[in-house]
């Protein structure tokens, strides 16, 4: 059974970092593609930055670019994201996912990190809440 487990959140100031981990339990993650999504309230969840553990592809949506880095740990089965310079308008609860890579690509690597590339067939953690003061 695969299970995805996400740490790291919590509350930071205005221009402080966090970095969030997410611990997978995937017998082949080299074949697959870890996302990253968020889900402010009364919104809808959107793709934050994806990475292929396969080859090391990776997007970053326009509005962390620049303040977010994906990584992946292959050996540990664990992708993080580092968030530097967050704003309050980062303040969401934020998932992480994994869906086979040959599940994954509908046009462009870019193009294909959102929520319909990882459902109804990836996998999805249980979430957690970063909050920034500002």
């Known amino acids: 059974e695969v299970q995805l487990v996400e740490s790291g959140g919590g509350l930071v100031q205005a221009g402080g970092s966090l970095r969030l981990s997410c611990a997978a339990s995937?017998?082949?993650?080299?074949?697959?593609?870890i996302g990253w999504f968020r889900q402010a309230p009364g919104k809808e969840r959107e793709g934050v930055s994806c990475?292929?553990?396969?080859?090391?592809?990776?997007y970053l949506a326009d509005s962390v670019k620049g303040r977010f880095t994906i990584s992946s740990d292959n050996a540990k089965k664990t992708v993080y994201l580092q968030m530097n310079s967050l704003k309050s308008e980062d303040t969401a609860v934020y998932y992480c996912?994994?869906?086979?890579?040959?599940?994954?690509?509908?046009?462009?690597?870019?193009?294909?990190?959102?929520?319909?590339?990882?459902?109804?067939?990836?996998?999805w953690g249980q979430g957690t809440q970063v909050t920034v003061s500002s």
């Open positions: 996912a994994a869906v086979s890579v040959v599940l994954f690509l509908n046009g462009s690597f870019r193009e294909s990190c959102r929520v319909a590339s990882f459902s109804p067939m990836g996998y």
């Open positions: 995937i017998f082949d993650f080299d074949d697959y593609v």
């Open positions: 990475i292929s553990s396969r080859d090391g592809s990776t």
